[in-house]
């Protein structure tokens, strides 16, 4: 992983319409994990702020 973070990566996809389509990566965007509330066991998912998993409701 890199110590320093980096801009967005912006690709340029053309449909078969030759419609422009700009998307943007956003992997150097990603927040650190919570892993104060644990590891959800329904979802996998870290740090939940409420006890019940928010895709349970």
């Given at each position: 992983?890199?110590d320093?973070?980096?801009?967005?990566?912006?690709?340029?996809?053309?449909?078969t319409?030759?419609?422009?389509?700009?998307?943007?990566?956003?992997?150097?965007?990603?927040?650190?994990?919570?892993?104060?509330?644990?590891?959800?066991?329904?979802?996998?998912?870290?740090?939940?702020?409420?006890?019940?998993?928010?895709?349970?409701k």
């Amino acid at each position: 992983m890199c110590d320093y973070p980096q801009p967005p990566v912006t690709i340029t996809i053309y449909s078969t319409a030759r419609k422009r389509i700009a998307t943007t990566s956003m992997a150097f965007d990603i927040k650190p994990l919570n892993l104060q509330g644990g590891q959800c066991t329904w979802c996998g998912k870290y740090g939940h702020k409420r006890p019940i998993c928010p895709l349970l409701k």
